[in-house]
């Protein structure tokens, strides 16, 4: 079911959100999270067949953040839309809260998985695909990763088993930011050729702008990409988007707003 059409508008809500949450709880990773705020909008306002009266309904798509790091921006989004109520968003990171730092689903409605350590969710994705897949099951299955996150090899094994198994029910997305915990991504571990590396493996790749919904939207709506292929999205994306002091910095990583810095930030997103 569609959560929201004005997908711009929840993007721009949980920006907003993921700010005061990061100030609140003296946290880390805005920078993280406001990147993949148009891609998570677009996901839950118009992509993913979910119910946040029903977050455990069987026939749901199911959705799993492997950048758990980044857990605040999927906190934002279900209680915008619904699955929980705003305030508690102000408890983040705090002590007793069910909203942990990376993002857990003990207590929390329509999270699938804790995921925190990188490298683990697209394999759990892929075997919650193959699954529905002998099951004959119509629900598809969605991850979204970290660029850096790409460094490791138990992402390349379940890529490779998820092409082996023409796993055409998994869509991953790749928050391609370019910026990885302390450094570029290509100066870590770079990862171009990325598309033709995702390729090789058997897999239906389209190349986004991260931050244009409908640019977004056409892509996650055509999925899957081809009839015997598991899908990936490489959305190219900017570290920080939508606060001007923050985008393209590394040091937006772990820094968290504080002072001038927080006034700045909810100002330039009002």
């Known amino acids: 079911m569609t959560l929201c059409e004005d997908t711009r508008d ?24 406001l990147s993949m705020a148009d891609l998570i909008s677009v996901l839950y306002g118009r992509i993913l067949n979910v119910d946040p ?39 983040h990171y705090g002590e007793g809260s069910i909203l942990s730092g990376h993002v857990s689903h003990k207590g929390v409605p329509g999270v699938e998985l804790s995921t925190g350590s990188l490298g683990h969710a697209l ?34 094994e379940a890529i490779h088993f998820a092409g082996h198994h023409k ?24 990862l171009e050729p990325f598309a033709d590396k995702w390729r090789a493996f058997g897999w239906s790749v389209r190349e986004v702008d991260g931050h244009d919904h409908d640019d977004i939207y056409s892509a996650l ?26 985008e393209n910095s590394v040091l937006w990583h772990y820094r968290t707003p504080q002072g001038e810095e927080y006034e700045a930030a909810l100002a330039e997103l009002a």
């Open 10 to 33: 929840l993007a721009l809500r949980v920006r907003r959100d993921v700010v005061r949450m990061t100030h609140l709880g003296k946290s880390s990773h805005v920078g993280s999270m």
């Open 53 to 91: 009266e029903r977050p455990k309904w069987s026939e749901r798509d199911r959705f799993f953040l492997s950048k758990g790091h980044a857990g605040g921006a999927i906190y934002a989004t279900l209680a915008e839309c619904g699955f929980f109520d705003k305030a508690v968003l102000d408890t």
């Open 123 to 156: 394999g759990v994705a892929a075997g919650v695909a193959l699954s529905g897949k002998l099951d004959g099951k119509p629900w598809r299955v969605f991850t979204l990763l970290s660029d850096g996150e790409c460094d490791e090899g138990s992402v390349w």
């Open 167 to 190: 796993l055409s029910n998994l869509v991953a997305v790749i928050d391609y930011n370019k910026i990885q915990s302390l450094a570029p991504v290509s100066e870590t571990l770079a």
């Open 221 to 246: 709506s055509a999925v899957p990409f081809a009839a015997d292929k598991p899908s990936v999205v490489l959305a190219h994306t900017t570290k920080g988007k939508g606060v001007s002091f923050m």
